[in-house]
């Protein structure tokens, strides 16, 4: 991580704040993630944080005043839409699901194509997507100076004008307090025996053995960040070539970030197309060795779990990854 210059200093600066008297943020993380990540040029506080966090739940971001943040990646559905595919403003589709945004914050690489770097450099994204929220950077500084309420606290902030680029730090502050750890897995592992049904420990077994999720599933995240071909949707006509369009590779052809599993359960349909409705679906398309072609990942192959395997499976995911203390969180007054 540190390679990738992010400087891991959410302790030092929890302990800091908490000395300074200030709220308490950032927060402790919770069991089973690591200190939260921040850049250099975006230290966290929590004016910051609380700037973005009306930014994230502001409809005023989007042309006609009617798409936010949170339409898409809405609090009360795993900050996900629970939907196969986005909808944007005009009911715009997109071709691909919208992942949660809980523990984006520990991503490199942002989007199933990872086409964007760290929460900061994906934000100003969808605000400019013209089926997301159809906004161009000008239009966006020039609306929230024209907010009074804005004005003051990006100064506050930022100690200048309305920028696009302090937009998108404050967003990506919030995001980056937006943890979910403390699942039955996390206190399995710090030792109480007790945490997992014996379902969800054969399960767990399986995960990290004969069924083989954790050759890409891993780490505290269950993600190892990089991009993999399954095989999802590629015999379709015209098939996502996912990160292919970004790095122009034949070996990315179909390839998509890993994404992670932590509170999985919250977020069907799965997969980039939100082809898969339940997990136990998603389990069945990792038994039949996913769909073959040239560019399939070496690790994915069939499986050949039995019916009880694969239903321990899914009572792993289901159980085991689920955080009891999921970020919940109401829509901020916003700034007139
Ligand atoms: C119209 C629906 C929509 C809106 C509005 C929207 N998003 Fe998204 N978001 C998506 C979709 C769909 C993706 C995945 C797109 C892709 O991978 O190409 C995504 C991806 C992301 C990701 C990447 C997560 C990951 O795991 O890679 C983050 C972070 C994110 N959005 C944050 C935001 C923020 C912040 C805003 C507001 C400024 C926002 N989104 C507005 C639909 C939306
Ligand atoms: C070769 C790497 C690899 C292996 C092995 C792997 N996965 Fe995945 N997983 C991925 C990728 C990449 C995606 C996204 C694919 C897409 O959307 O096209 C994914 C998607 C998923 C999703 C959907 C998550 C979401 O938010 O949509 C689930 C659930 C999942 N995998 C579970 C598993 C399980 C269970 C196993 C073991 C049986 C497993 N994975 C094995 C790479 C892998």
């Known amino acids: 991580m540190r390679a990738f210059g992010i400087v891991i200093v959410g302790l030092l600066v929890a302990v800091m704040v908490s000395h300074a008297g200030a709220q308490h943020w950032p927060r402790e993380v919770p069991l089973g993630l690591p200190p939260v990540p921040q850049l250099p040029d975006n230290p966290l506080t929590p004016e910051k944080v609380a700037l973005g966090k009306q930014l994230y739940f502001d409809p005023r971001l989007s042309r006609d005043n009617t798409v936010s943040c949170a339409s898409c990646h809405d609090p009360k559905k795993g900050w996900s839409n629970g939907e196969a595919v986005a909808t944007g403003i005009r009911g715009q589709k997109g071709g691909r699901s919208a992942p949660p945004v809980v523990n984006a914050g520990y991503l490199r690489f942002q989007f199933w194509d990872g086409r964007a770097q760290f929460v900061e450099g994906q934000a100003l994204g ?63 592992k710090a030792g109480d025996t007790s945490a997992l049904s014996e379902a969800a420990q054969r399960g767990m077994k399986l995960f990290f053995g004969k069924a083989h999720c954790s050759a890409c599933h891993s780490g505290p995240l269950f993600t190892d960040g990089a991009f993999h071909n399954i095989g999802v949707g590629i015999l ?29 359960a919250r977020t069907a349909p799965y997969m980039h197309d939100g082809s898969e409705p339940t997990l136990e679906a998603v389990v069945e398309y990792y038994n039949k060795g996913g769909t073959p072609n040239p560019q399939l990942d070496e690790e994915i192959f069939p499986l050949n779990l039995t019916e009880q395997e694969k239903a321990d499976l899914v009572t792993f995911l289901r159980e085991g990854l689920t955080s009891e203390d999921y970020p919940v969180v109401d829509p901020p007054e916003l700034p007139k």
């Open 126 to 188: 969808p605000i400019q997507n013209p089926i997301e929220m159809d906004m161009t950077l000008e239009e966006l500084v020039e609306r929230l100076k024209s907010i009074e309420g804005y004005r003051k606290q990006f100064q506050q902030v930022f100690g200048r004008d309305v920028q696009a680029e302090d937009v998108a730090r404050a967003i990506g502050a919030f995001e980056r307090t937006l943890l979910a750890g403390n699942a039955p897995y996390d206190r399995f």
């Open 236 to 264: 379709k006509e015209n098939p996502d070539l996912g990160r292919y369009e970004v790095s122009k590779l034949l070996g990315d052809r179909g390839a998509f970030r890993t994404p992670s599993l932590r509170d999985v």
